[in-house]
């Protein structure tokens, strides 16, 4: 019988807010037709906002080493291509010239990623993007007073990397605009509150539509939150999902897959013990919830929680078949920079998934973060995967796109590994930072 991992949700972690992770994460993949209209609004459905008491498992401490760099021929990424399409017509068309394709079509070599819209407004950082019928599109968004001006319903700049904000597009996506730039969740009272409000760090919001109701995942140092609504604009207060957060053995043991490892170029010292959080992603298929995780570092790996989605977060337990996947190569030779390190562009953390559902297969976006590429710099090493069920099960075995990293080689830049995959009707856009400070979209068309 698997083995379970208990662990004590202390003060003390309870206070992180900035944890060290580089996440900057991916958005909301519901396949949608384009005659699919709004859902109609119905009861909101509120959950509880206590955090639940965890029980203490015995302390592990294992010997921790760097993992063995594993020999595979580095590859460069092919680099879609740069030179964006004309400004397409209002509507959802292929470019000129060229045939719309699938998540199938990439992984089996039939297709391509094109970059259509260099910029659509969307500062850096995730968006999670849904269609909403027509030409409307809505993304969520972590913004804060430095990026985009951003307030808190108490009227009070908020602070970066900052709250969850909605976006709107007319125009078929091409263009957002944030027509409020004030936080999308109410605070308890006035003045907003950094515990109990989270409002500086309401970050990396994924959302997903079910027919019924909205569902939406957001990070607040390490520990992730759910939250519901009936309409995507009025949500109910946060849940804890439990068993997500960052911590030390004073506070529990942890599974090997939640070990925080060491780092050729990171000192120990600066490191937690375990984790199982950061920025999530999310799918709900009939009944079921799943929320993915960030599990451990160097080496990171690929996670979930799951439950009855009308159970809310006090539903979920972890996934059967943690981990999922994770960053099996190591760091790689610690002087190879650029696409040459291509093959170890996931070491030090996985996180972000966005998770679209294509025949057979559920497919994965997620990033990838190497970590520093030298000692007396952060992380500058980014760049987006690609992965799939092996067959129509969430909780069961995943491959990796033999091709990864996608889109753009190492270094990449903050953003890329936060990609967002929407599909309306026979098109397939990635949302994802195509500059540094520049977030546009790419489209699937067939070779």
């Known amino acids: 019988m698997r083995l379970k991992w208990m662990r004590l949700f202390g003060l003390a972690g309870w206070l992180v807010t900035a944890v060290a992770l580089s996440a900057c994460a991916a958005p909301q993949t519901d396949v949608v037709v384009v005659t699919e209209t709004p859902m109609e609004n119905g009861q909101l459905s509120m959950v509880n906002s206590q955090l639940p008491t965890v029980t203490a498992a015995v302390t592990v401490a294992p010997t921790m080493t760097v993992p063995p760099t594993l020999a595979r021929p580095a590859t460069a990424t ?46 850096i ?38 709250c969850t904000t909605l976006w709107k597009s007319y125009d078929a996506g091409q263009t957002f605009t944030l027509e409020e730039p004030v936080c999308l969740f109410e605070c308890a009272s006035c003045p907003c509150e950094h515990i109990q409000d989270q409002v500086d760090q309401q970050q990396y919001p994924r959302v997903f539509f079910a027919p019924d109701e909205a569902y939406l995942v957001y990070e607040f140092g390490a520990y992730n939150y759910l939250r519901t609504s009936s309409d995507g604009v009025n949500w109910s207060d946060k849940t804890h999902i439990d068993g997500t957060w960052i911590w030390t053995y004073p506070y529990g043991g942890c599974a090997p897959y939640e070990l925080i490892g060491l780092h050729p170029n990171i000192y120990a010292s600066q490191e ?3 984790l199982a959080g950061g920025p999530p992603g999310i799918y709900v298929e009939g009944d079921m919830l799943y929320v993915f995780v960030g599990l451990g570092k160097a080496p990171g790996h690929m996670g979930c929680y799951k439950g009855n989605r009308f159970a809310g977060a006090a539903g979920m337990v972890e996934c ?41 297969h559920y497919y994965m976006t997620y990033e990838g973060v190497r970590g520093p590429s030298d000692p007396a710099v ?29 889109i753009m080689d190492l270094p990449g830049n903050v953003g890329v590994g936060h990609a967002d995959i929407i ?25």
């Open 78 to 123: 092919p680099v879609p291509t740069v030179t964006p399409s004309p400004t397409p017509q209002i509507g959802f068309y292929a470019p000129p010239g060229r045939q719309f394709a699938t998540l199938e079509d990439f992984w089996n070599g039939r297709a391509e990623w094109l970059l259509e819209i260099p910029d659509t407004g969307l500062p």
């Open 125 to 162: 950082g995730e968006s999670d993007t849904v269609y909403r019928g027509d030409n409307e599109l809505w993304s969520y968004l972590h913004a804060s007073d430095p990026s985009a001006g951003v307030v808190d319903q108490c009227g009070d700049p908020v602070a970066f990397p900052g």
């Open 272 to 274: 937690w013990d375990c």
């Open 320 to 360: 059967e078949n943690n981990p999922l996947f994770g960053a099996e190569l190591g760091y790689g030779p610690t002087d190879l920079l650029g696409a040459e390190a291509n093959p170890y562009f996931e070491f030090r953390t996985i996180s972000s998934a966005d998770v679209v559902r294509v025949g057979d």
């Open 378 to 406: 952060v992380d500058d090493q980014f760049a987006l995967g690609l992965a799939r069920s092996v067959a129509l099960e969430i909780d069961g075995r995943w491959e990796k796109y033999p091709g990864n990293p996608i």
């Open 423 to 447: 599909i309306i009707g026979d098109a397939t856009y990635l949302y994802t930072a195509t500059a540094e400070g520049t977030r546009g979209r790419y489209v699937l068309v067939q070779k």
